[in-house]
Structures are given as structure tokens and as C-alpha cells.
């Protein structure tokens, strides 16, 4: 590392939603600066210690502090506790000689922010969420660094850049990998493929539903590359073979696709949750959906799809209204007609953006750079 480099801190653990925009960025930053020393803060809970290594960075662990919404015991406990956290926020910033903090939200974030305050560094605030979480919210009106994943999110003199990804997605041609993206999964090269993703954990309702409409998909010769989730992978397998979908060369079950880019390529129509990674990668490739909010936090994920929908780019359908009589309705016939197909598509790409990861990053080094002049 040279006298020059820069030294920073990201926050955004615990989930993947948080933790992958927040590695997605680092990886930025490295590409423009090699010899950047990132540090990332993160919990025993959740994601961080299994996603993070992987992604080759140092982790450093402190106390979580989850934010509750509601007035309960949790609540009144969250000052000691977050007391803990930014004091070991703090003695991280010290021992690495943080330059700047870039924060995604999740248990990490606020002490991450309260540290950076305390010890006058600057910190950066990035939301992916339509509905920003409570550690963003307060952290906004602390800190002139606000980026969010669209001009629809309401933060404090923010700047709308996107989701930053990786570049194997923002990248990626689908139509150029399209064969081989088929050959890779068994598909033919041909005939149109519906994409079926709970994300990583899956989701029963949405494998149900597809499974349900098995038939209908193999009667209109639409394709069916269905991924499961490790957890739920045995019991699809074990339905799929009750109603003689199972080893059918045109309904291919997987439990976890490891490159996506692969499956986006394969397919032209995705049915799946609307959390802001999801949403982000899809619009960015151009890839149609049928969008199943996740019924819980408050209706986020309807809110992270919404303005796609309107835009032309994919469908909502509520999670307690999804089952194979609405895909036999409103799915077969889109991937029946290309004309449909290439309209959504086009209308999905111009709802994405692609360079959000450069962007975040080259501001983050003129932060720096500000702060040493």
C-alpha cells in the first residue's frame, strides 16, 4: 500500500441486500484505486461473515444494534446497546485511519455513522430501498453524502445513481450469451424461457403457483428454468415428480444458480420477489418480470417495483393472488408473443441503470480527496 492510498470503512451487513451493494462498491473502488485498504463492519448475525470473506475483504465485528419500529422492551434497550456498537465503530476507524464511511443500512449502519461523526470523518449514505430504513433516514440529515437507488426514494438533498452491481451483470449482453446460457441449463435454444427465483432463500408461494401451471407452460412450449432455494429444493423435486414435471427436458429444477448472468441470459420472463437487488439486476439486463411483493416490511418490495410496473417493464401481482390460473392468464400469453416480449424489455432496461457502482465510488474518492487538501 502506498503513503497515498485510501483508507475507508463500509457498513452494510446482515443481509444481502445490504452486504452485496456494499461489496459491489468496494470492488469499484478497487478498480479505480488497487491499492485502496477497505475495511468492512459487520455482525455475528446474518450474512456478513459468510458473504464478506468470500468477497476477499477484512471484516471487523461489532455488537448489532437492530432499530426497533415499534415502542417495546427492544426499543428502551437500543441506547446501551448501540452505546457498545459505536464505541467499537470507533476503535475500528482508529486502528485502520479511516478516511470515510460508506454506509448501506442494516445493523451495522448506525453505529458505523455515529462513529464517523464522533471522530469527524466524513460518511456516505447510499439507500437501495424505496421505503429507507430507520438507520438511512436519521443518518441523511447528518452528512451532505446521500445517494439513493432512484429519484423516487425521499432523503435529504440525495442523489439518484441506482444499485450498485456487479459487473458481470452490468455487462452482460443477454442476446449474446443466450445459447450458451441455454446449453448451460439443458434449455433449448429456441423455444421461450421463463425464469422462476424466490432469491436465495426461495419462496413457496411463487414455487407452488409455477408448478401449479406446469402443464399450461408445457402446452403454450414455454420453457421453465425454476430455482428453488437451498431449502426448498427437495420439496419442489418431490412435487414436480408427483405431477410428472420432474425430468421433463424443458422444466429444469436447480437449487441456487452461483452466476446469475447465466440465468438472465437464458430467460425472457421472470416471475419473483421485488427486493432492491432483484428489481435493480433485472431492470439493469433488461429482463421482464412478473414482480410477488414480499408481504411483510411494511409493503417495501411493492414499493421497489412500482415504478417499473409503470414504466411498462413488468407486472405486480400480490403474493396472496399468485397461483396458476393468474400465470395461465397473464404470463403465457407475454412469452407467446415477441412483440410483447421485446416491448417489455425495453421498457425494463430504460427503468435501470447500470454505472451506479463507478459513480458511488468516484465520489467516494473525491471525498477523500477533499478531506487531505
Known amino acids: 500500500m502506498t503513503p497515498s492510498a485510501p483508507r475507508l470503512v463500509v457498513a452494510g451487513g446482515h443481509s444481502a441486500g445490504h452486504i452485496e451493494p456494499a461489496m459491489n462498491f468496494a470492488d469499484a473502488l478497487r478498480r479505480l484505486a488497487p491499492d485502496a485498504q477497505i475495511t468492512a463492519l459487520g455482525t455475528e448475525r446474518g450474512l456478513d461473515t ?29 441506547p446501551l446497546k448501540l452505546k457498545a456498537s459505536v464505541a467499537a465503530a470507533v476503535a475500528v476507524l ?34 437501495a430501498n424505496a421505503r429507507p430504513g430507520v438507520a438511512n433516514r436519521a443518518a441523511a440529515r447528518l452528512t451532505p453524502y446521500v445517494y439513493t437507488a432512484s429519484e423516487a426514494i425521499k432523503l435529504p438533498h440525495s442523489v439518484a445513481i441506482g444499485i450498485p452491481l456487479r459487473p458481470a451483470i452490468t455487462t452482460l449482453d443477454r ?69 410428472g414435471v420432474a425430468g421433463d427436458p424443458a422444466y429444469r429444477i436447480v437449487p441456487y444458480v452461483e452466476q446469475m448472468q447465466y440465468a438472465y441470459a437464458a430467460a425472457d420472463f421472470v416471475i419473483c420477489r421485488s427486493g432492491a437487488m432483484t428489481t435493480a439486476e433485472l431492470t439493469a439486463v433488461g429482463l421482464p418480470a412478473a414482480y410477488v411483493p414480499l408481504p411483510l416490511r411494511g409493503g ?74
Open 50 to 78: 459468510t458473504l464478506i470473506p468470500q468477497r476477499g475483504y477484512p471484516l471487523d465485528l461489532i455488537p448489532p444494534v437492530p432499530l426497533s419500529r415499534k415502542i417495546n422492551k427492544a426499543l428502551f434497550l437500543t
Open 94 to 127: 482508529d486502528r485502520t485511519r479511516a478516511e470515510a464511511v460508506v454506509g448501506f443500512g442494516g445493523y451495522v449502519a448506525m453505529p458505523a455513522y455515529l462513529a464517523a461523526r464522533r471522530r469527524k470523518v466524513p460518511f456516505v449514505v447510499h439507500e
Open 175 to 243: 442476446a449474446a450469451l443466450r445459447s450458451a446460457a441455454r446449453a448451460r441449463f439443458g434449455l433449448s435454444a429456441d423455444a421461450p424461457v421463463l425464469m422462476v427465483t424466490g432469491g436465495s432463500q426461495g419462496a413457496q408461494a411463487i414455487n407452488t403457483a409455477v408448478l401449479g401451471a406446469a402443464s399450461a407452460l408445457r402446452a403454450a412450449g414455454v420453457q421453465v428454468l425454476h430455482i428453488t432455494g437451498p431449502l426448498n429444493y427437495d420439496d419442489v423435486v418431490a412435487a414436480a415428480t408427483d405431477t
Open 300 to 373: 417495501e418490495q411493492r414499493t421497489n417495483a412500482e415504478p417499473i410496473v409503470a414504466a411498462g417493464g413488468g407486472l405486480l401481482v400480490e403474493n396472496a393472488e399468485l397461483d396458476s390460473a393468474w400465470i395461465e392468464r397473464h404470463v403465457v400469453p407475454i412469452l407467446t408473443q415477441p412483440g410483447a416480449l421485446a416491448s417489455m424489455a425495453g421498457a425494463a432496461a430504460h427503468a435501470g441503470e447500470r454505472d451506479a457502482d463507478l459513480v458511488l465510488a468516484r465520489a467516494v474518492l473525491s471525498i477523500i480527496s477533499d478531506g487531505r487538501s
